[in-house]
């Protein structure tokens, strides 16, 4: 619930200012813990929709857990990465198709992108969550 503040005419852009860079540490702090559970939950909706497309076949195991994710912080910017470390250019293929060797094309199998759009939902509401407490707090 925000509180009531007192200030002087003179002292209101002041009070604003150090207001709002409490809210801006606040969030820069609390959107670290909605990021890595994003990059947590691409990762697993990842790896189940691959295992999904994959049922009853006996390749895709190894793929599937090649999937990582990386958290990345550079000086408050934070970002994570997911993607194969050890099969770097498969996902692609796999997802939007490739062309084989004797002309034909084999049809991609989306995965990735459902994944990214289900942890990217849940980014959302949790930054929201980040934001509503950093204001509350300032």
């Known amino acids: 619930m925000p509180r009531d503040?007192?200030?002087?005419?003179?002292?209101f852009a002041a009070a604003i200012s150090q207001i709002l860079d409490?809210?801006?540490?606040?969030?820069?702090t609390g959107i670290k813990e909605?990021?890595?559970?994003?990059?947590?939950?691409?990762?697993k909706e990842w790896r189940s929709?691959?295992?999904?497309?994959r049922k009853g076949?006996?390749?895709?195991?190894k793929?599937?857990?090649?999937?990582?994710?990386?958290?990345k912080d550079r000086g408050g910017d934070i970002s994570v990465e997911i993607g194969s470390k050890t099969m770097p250019g498969l996902p692609h293929l796999l997802e939007?198709?490739?062309a084989t060797v004797g002309g034909g094309f084999v049809p991609g199998r989306p995965h990735i992108s459902p994944a990214a759009d289900t942890a990217m939902e849940q980014f959302e509401k949790d930054v929201d969550k980040a934001v509503q407490e950093a204001i509350e707090q300032a």
């Open 49 to 53: 929709r691959w295992n999904g497309i």
């Open 96 to 98: 939007l198709g490739h």
């Open 22 to 28: 409490n809210v801006k540490s606040g969030v820069e």
């Open 34 to 43: 909605p990021v890595r559970d994003a990059g947590k939950t691409a990762r």
């Open 5 to 11: 503040v007192s200030v002087e005419s003179d002292r």
């Open 63 to 71: 793929y599937a857990q090649s999937i990582s994710y990386t958290v």
């Open 57 to 61: 076949r006996s390749s895709g195991p």
